[in-house]
């Protein structure tokens, strides 16, 4: 495949989408501003020697392990469940949020509780550390239900404001890890186009907002 090392970004749709992409203009890069609003999943952007991918935010990791696209942009929920093969780069400290386990206020445990979650690695694995066993059910979204209509004893999820769980009367049991976004780069691009990654990294590392 040939890309005249034209270096390509795939970049999350949906929530991370707008912060990252401020990031990415504070630190220089050209990215369109009608980009945010239109529905092109590919914008080039020549004089930058760049072109921009829009993805589903579950498959960055892909596209960036399979070399299509050179980096990405993507939450450590979705780096931690997918365990792709792919170089970390940098934490953008953008999109900031938890992973927790969350259940019904007054929950008493029971033996083999089940667990409805849109991470069941990161689940399974939390909770075989813990030596507890559970049934693990796999779900795609509005996860907060799953407890309120009997599907699931608790969830695991990302709470970002809290307001999800509020409005649902749902509490946070234990908080599992901190997650922010990350950039990623495929192991090969980091080899041939490393001054271009390295010089994009160093920039956008300079406007990473700092640590609360
Ligand atoms: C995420 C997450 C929670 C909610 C947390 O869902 O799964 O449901 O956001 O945010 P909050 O703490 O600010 O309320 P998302 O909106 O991505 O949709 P989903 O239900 O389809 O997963």
Redesign the pocket.
Known sequence: MTDNGMLKVAMPK??IYKQASKLFREAGLPIPEDFDDSRRLIVPVPEANMEFILAKPVDVPTYVEYGVADIGVVGKDVLMEENKDVYELLDLGIAK?RMSVIGLPGWKPVIHPRVAT?YPNVASQYFRERGQQVEVIKL?????LAPLIGLADRIV???????????NGLVEMETMFAVTSRLIANRVSYRLKNAQIQELCDRIGRHVPARS
């Open positions: 949906g929530r949020c849109k795609n979204g509005s996860i907060e999820d990302m709470v970002e404001t809290g307001q999800t769980l509020k409005e």
